[in-house]
């Protein structure tokens, strides 16, 4: 469950407001509509399939421009700032070592605190972001993978065996590994 709190400044807080507070507190934040929601922490199999989804990643992203986050970096959409699960950027992270500016590839787990959050609010946030090419997500509860992807116009797919093609990455995630650890 998240919880809503008010931080002492005003409601038409800027992001770089929000993020210059946000890095002084102990717990971690989103950005939402101008609300901004404490995060809690996950479960076993929401950690279990960020880090078999990242390491699939970087194991077959090595030797290339681009990188695998998991949740401890930010990504600004709109006037809004959250913490993907798993983000993939192609472009150098350089001059910002809290903010993603180029995200190609967003993976969220959900949960049933967040599911309908990250199916609404965010995911229509997160296909205004230029470089976005698929937003991915994923259900911890059962063998069930959501793809929205950048084409003329945003398409979805749903998946429930066999493998998710992330095109934006040009990889094949087979869902029987990912999900090998929670059978």
Same mark, same amino acid.
């Given at each position: !469950? %998240?919880?809503?709190?008010?931080? +002492? ?13 946000? %890095?002084?507190? $102990? ?11 404490? !995060? ?6 929401? /950690? ?23 949740? $401890?970096?930010?990504?600004? /959409? ?6 993907? $699960?798993?983000?993939? #950027? *192609?472009?150098? +992270? @350089? %001059? $910002?070592?809290?903010? *993603?500016? *180029?995200?190609?590839?967003?993976? @969220? ?21 230029? #470089? ?35 095109? #934006?990455?040009?990889?094949?995630? /087979? ?9």
């Amino acid at each position: !469950m %998240n919880v809503v709190i008010k931080p +002492q400044y005003s409601d038409d807080v800027s992001v770089a407001e929000f993020i210059e507070w946000e %890095n002084q507190q $102990d717990t971690r934040h989103e950005l939402l509509d101008g609300e901004v929601i404490a !995060m809690t922490g996950g479960t076993v199999a929401h /950690a279990s399939l960020i880090l078999q989804i990242g390491a699939a990643l970087l194991h077959h992203l090595k030797g290339t421009p681009c990188r695998v986050f998991t949740s $401890d970096l930010k990504v600004q /959409a709109l006037k809004n700032v959250f913490y993907p $699960d798993v983000v993939v #950027s *192609c472009e150098s +992270q @350089e %001059n $910002d070592d809290v903010l *993603c500016h *180029c995200p190609k590839l967003i993976i @969220e787990v959900l949960s049933s605190s967040t599911s309908r959050k990250d199916r609404s609010k965010k995911r229509l946030a997160y296909q205004e972001i230029e #470089s976005l090419e698929e937003y991915v997500l994923v259900s911890q509860e059962a063998k069930h993978i959501e793809v929205y992807r950048r084409e003329d116009d945003w398409q979805a797919s749903i998946h429930i065996g066999g493998v998710v093609e992330l095109r #934006s990455v040009n990889f094949s995630l /087979a869902i029987d590994e990912i999900y090998a650890d929670l059978d």
